[in-house]
């Protein structure tokens, strides 16, 4: 039997929204397969807000990806903050992506689409991986 909340009190989703709000942050939708998890898209960033209970929500984002605890004033201001932060650059680049050169168009924005490029490569490599090796068991 879980212990984590099914759904989200109205009271705690209407004291988020009011926090965010004056911030100017758009509450969205719940996430697809959950019910207690909202997506935020705010400065070209998405996060994630899991509600788990007593008015505290688990934030998912840049830089929080396991999540942390935090309640609605505390998320409204790591959020904006965090869309403030937008000027400064992104992730550098490597030149090459375990041992693959990094083709330009992803150089460019490495912390942002790239991650796509990285999950494709890193599969190619490991099917290359796999075919040498059966291969060689020959």
């Known amino acids: 039997m879980s212990i984590l909340p ?9 004291a988020l929204q009011e926090e965010l709000t004056p911030a100017g942050i758009t509450l969205g939708p719940v996430k697809p ?6 997506v935020v898209d705010h400065g070209g960033i998405r996060w994630e807000l ?12 840049p830089g929080v990806e396991h ?11 790591r959020i904006a903050a965090a869309a403030m932060d937008e000027d400064e650059p992104g ?4 030149a090459a992506w375990r041992g693959v050169p990094v083709p330009e168009q992803y150089a460019t924005n490495w912390d942002g689409p ?3 490029w990285r999950e494709g490569a890193g ?4 099917y290359a991986n796999l075919t040498a090796a059966a291969q060689g068991d020959n």
């Open 91 to 94: 992730i550098p680049a490597p």
């Open 6 to 14: 099914r759904h989200i009190p109205a009271t705690h989703l209407t």
């Open 114 to 116: 790239a991650a796509a």
């Open 123 to 126: 599969a190619a490599l490991a």
């Open 33 to 38: 397969g959950t019910r207690v998890t909202r």
């Open 50 to 61: 899991t509600y788990i209970g007593e008015g505290y929500w688990c934030l998912r984002g």
């Open 67 to 77: 999540g942390v605890g935090v309640d609605a004033p505390e998320a409204a201001e």
